[in-house]
C-alpha cells in the first residue's frame, strides 16, 4: 500500500514536468525552425532582387532550407511567410510564435 502511495506521489510530481519539458522543447524547435525560414526568405530576396514588400511562396525559398523542403512545426501549426519585411510565424496552438528582431541581432 505504501509502495503505490510512493509510486502515485512521484507519478505527481513526473508527469506536469514532463508536459512542461515538452512544450518548451516544442517552442523552442518552432522558433528554430523561423528562424532558418526568416535566413532562407532573406537569402531569396537578396538573390532575386525582391523588395521589401514582397513574399516569397513555400516553393521559392525551400532550395534555400536543409533538406531542401520547409521544414514541419512540431505542434502542428501552419507557418506564415509573409512579406521580407517582417518575419515569418507560426500558428502553434493559436498562441502565434514569432522570431523577435532580438533573436536575429544575436547571430
Not at 14 to 29: D, E, G, M, W
Not at 42 to 68: F, N, V
Not at 77 to 90: E, F, I, K
Amino acid at each position: 500500500m505504501i509502495v503505490v502511495a510512493i509510486l502515485g506521489l512521484l507519478a505527481a510530481i513526473a508527469i506536469p514536468n514532463y508536459v512542461h519539458a515538452r512544450t518548451s522543447t516544442q517552442v523552442n524547435l518552432c522558433i528554430s525552425n523561423l528562424y532558418a525560414l526568416s535566413k532562407a526568405k532573406d537569402q531569396w530576396a537578396t538573390e532575386h532582387w525582391k523588395k521589401p514588400t514582397d513574399t516569397p511562396e513555400i516553393s521559392e525559398i525551400e532550395s534555400y532550407l536543409r533538406g531542401g523542403h520547409l521544414p514541419p512545426c512540431p505542434a502542428q501549426g501552419d507557418y506564415t511567410l509573409r512579406t521580407v519585411a517582417q518575419n515569418p510565424v507560426c500558428s502553434f496552438s493559436g498562441r502565434g510564435h514569432l522570431i523577435s528582431p532580438l533573436d536575429l541581432e544575436t547571430e
